[in-house]
Structures are given as structure tokens and as C-alpha cells.
């Protein structure tokens, strides 16, 4: 589905096709490590399922670079060994397969240097390709783009399915001081996300969604569900 101009929703990941550019956010690879750590026992899967479905994007998309738009791990202030060793092999999966792979440095990843170096791997602060700027969305940023795409929020809704309700990662769409705003969810199949009808935004970009368009995400395919005020009266 396109949901701007020459930018497509390819599952939980963004394309844009004329720079053959894919765009995933907030993999918190040690996640289930982090879990573990609090007493959560959780089946560790995370990695697996999201290099399957990465891997069939890009044979979908077959891009020319490839960008992990922050939060790539899960730890604040550390590097644990289950994100060095799931970073690396995940790098090692996808390097071959793109031309390029840039990470965007999100809240969580103020040491993901040390990582990104072991494989050549450029860390930025923002990407800007002609009118889109790509940041991670936890700071705002004074550009002259006319689009901005932005991860951070994990944007999800839950949807009344019979007698039982079902959470759904989503695409948003508004402005942002005249600016067009895209707001992609997180790829990692673990983070449902936080309910945008029910929970209040975190990103400072996000202060008031009403007039926002919602894209929910189902087995792989993007649908279009009007915008937040019409679906919060529902």
C-alpha cells in the first residue's frame, strides 16, 4: 500500500522506491535476554521470526540500502552479550543482501557504536534523502524536509474481532509543523506496541494524532482505517 507518494508499507517496513531505500525501526534485538533477566520466561524466537520476514521484504522490495531507523538493541546504558551476539549475526544475515545498511542511533542505542564498527556500519543521528528526513523521533529536529518518517512510538490499535480483542501494529500519516509526518511501527513481533487509542504519545512529534490516518498491519498487508478521532468515537 502506498501511503505517500513513491513510499510504500511492505508489512511492519516502509520502502521508498525511487531510492530503492528500506526503512525498519526499533528491533530491540536482547530483548528476550532483558525479559528473562526479570523473570519473564518468553520462547526465543524474536530473532528468527524477524529474519524470515525481513528476508521476504527484501526479496518483495530488492533494495539498494537498507535502514535500521534506532533502537536496533534493547539495553539503556550497556551492551549485554545477547545484543552482541544477535546484532552481529543479523548484520551478517543482511549485509550481503544490500548494497548498504545504515543505523540511526535511537534512545537506546547510545553505545551501538562499538557494534556497528565490528562490520563497517555506518551510526548517524538522521538520514536525509531530497525532501524526507529519517530520525529516530525521540528529540525533534529542525529541518527544511517536507516529509518526515519517525519510529520510537511502536504505534498499535486494538480491534474488536468477534468476542475477543486483537492488538495490531500501525502505519500513522499527519503533519507536523506543516510538515508531513510517517510514522512506521516496530518490526520486532514481540513489541505489540502502545494502543494510540488508549495511551498517551511519548514522541514530541506526536502531541496530537486526532487528525492522523491510521494503517493497520495484518498478516503482512496494510489497511487503511480512516483517521484517530473517527476511530476513538467507534
Known sequence: ??????????????????????????????????LHQQGV??????????????????????????????????????ISAGEWREVLKFMDIFLPQVQEIIIIKGNHDPIIKPIAEKRGIQVVSGY???????????????????????????????????SKWEKYKCFLKGTWKRKELIVVPSFNPLLEGSDILKEKSLSPFLKDISEFNVYVVSKGEAFGFGKVKEMRKE
Do not use: C, W
Open 128 to 162: 536525509r534523502l531530497g525532501d524526507i528526513l529519517i530520525a529516530h523521533g525521540d528529540e525533534p529536529v529542525k529541518t527544511t524536509a517536507k516529509r518526515i518518517v519517525i519510529g520510537h512510538e511502536h504505534p498499535a490499535i486494538t480491534i474488536r474481532e468477534g
Open 41 to 78: 520466561l518468553t520462547p526465543r524466537f524474536q530473532l528468527q521470526e524477524m529474519t524470515s520476514q525481513l528476508e521476504k521484504i527484501i526479496k518483495t522490495a530488492q533494495p539498494k540500502k537498507m535502514i535500521i531507523n534506532g533502537d536496533m538493541k534493547h539495553e539503556f546504558g550497556k
Open 1 to 34: 500500500m502506498e501511503i505517500s507518494p513513491g513510499i510504500t508499507i511492505i508489512g511492519p517496513a516502509l520502502f521508498i522506491q525511487r531510492e530503492k531505500l528500506l526503512v525498519i525501526n526499533d528491533l530491540h534485538l536482547g530483548y528476550e535476554q532483558a
